[in-house]
């Protein structure tokens, strides 16, 4: 069962030690905050939130980062669980007793509030799971060219209403895209329009400078194009103006089931704020394992 505090007795201090972490990591780099922060929807979208995204490739098997839909995943991102995971392992009553889920979620939580996002008390208790396989990846994890019904459908299948996908979404406030995943919307959309038309004609013309044809499959670009690296409510308010970045932003604007959800929260930073907290905090409960079906990974990257 998760709860708060679930560490109190043998590492009383988990948070302090992992914030500091994640601290020390974010001064090194930006990408930490969004690589962190995906990582975690990443690994709860499949086999719930027990840090199977982090296994490696190993011998006979590939493991889930190895996965198309993964492998845009941030380095920065893993990083910030393997140096926090160091970091908790290096104080002795606390060695080996911290699951790296845990830790993922702990991160997660600290990459939103130094991003100037809202803060909110975690639930731990998690336990790393056995298996991660490239194969169970396929058809868990949303695509940018979904519709609402798709989105979704994706998300209540993890148990998690249109609202709380929405909020989830504002995710997109931080952090930096390829220009592979929306060049249909800027080229060759459809027949009647080269440009996708929900897309506002001037931030369509900046994406087309940023993202040429041809360009470098290594180029990534602000995801928020106003306040890329703080996490506020600018999501919402870009969504308004035409400016989501991907299909499955805009369309949260464009389809009337979704519009009222996106307006509400482009006016209010507190609203959006307890909506997230309220989605994060059902995400970090997905497909939970326990002492039966999980161990405590000495290693994030390995099983035990
Ligand atoms: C609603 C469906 C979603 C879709 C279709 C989607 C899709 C994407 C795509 C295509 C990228 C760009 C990857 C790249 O090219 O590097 C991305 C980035 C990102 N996504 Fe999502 N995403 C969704 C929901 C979420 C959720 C729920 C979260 C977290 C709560 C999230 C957090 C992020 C972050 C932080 C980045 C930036 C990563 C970085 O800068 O390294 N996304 N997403
Ligand atoms: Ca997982
Ligand atoms: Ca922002």
């Given at each position: ?220 670009i602000n995801m928020d194009p106003n ?18 970045l991907f299909t499955s932003d805009q ?25 997230f907290v309220a989605a994060m905090t ?23």
């Open positions: 069962q998760l709860k708060q505090n679930y560490y109190a007795n043998v590492c009383p201090n988990v948070e302090t030690i992992v914030r500091n972490a994640v601290q020390a990591k974010v001064r090194q780099t930006f990408i930490t905050i969004p690589g962190t922060l995906r990582l975690f929807f990443h690994d709860c979208f499949v086999q719930g939130c027990d840090a199977s995204v982090m296994i490696a490739s190993s011998g006979s098997n590939t493991a889930e980062k190895d996965h198309p839909d993964n492998l845009s995943l941030a380095g920065d991102g893993f990083d910030t669980v393997i140096k926090a995971k160091a970091a908790v392992d290096a104080v002795p009553s606390c060695r080996n007793k911290v699951s790296c889920a845990d830790i993922l979620v702990m991160a997660t939580r600290d990459v939103v509030v130094m991003a100037g996002g809202p803060s909110y008390a975690v639930e731990l208790g998690r336990f790393d799971g056995l298996s991660s396989t490239a194969a169970s990846v396929g058809g868990k994890l949303p695509k940018p060219n979904m519709n609402l019904d798709q989105l979704n459908a994706m998300f209540a299948a993890n148990g998690l209403t249109q609202v709380d996908m929405i909020a989830l979404s504002g995710a997109h406030t931080v952090g930096f895209s390829h220009c592979d995943q929306f060049t249909n919307r800027i080229y060759n959309f459809s027949k009647q329009s080269l440009v996708d038309p929900t897309l506002n004609p001037t931030y369509a013309a900046q994406l087309q400078q940023q993202c040429p044809k041809n360009v470098d499959p290594q180029i990534a306040t890329p690296n703080t996490f506020d409510n600018m999501y919402f308010k870009n969504l308004q103006q035409g400016k989501g369309v949260l604007f464009t389809d009337s089931r979704s519009k009222q959800t996106v307006d509400s929260w482009a006016s209010s930073t507190k609203a959006f704020n307890n909506a059902k995400l970090g409960r997905v497909g939970v394992k326990n002492a039966k079906n999980g161990n405590i990974r000495r290693d994030c990257s390995a099983f035990n």
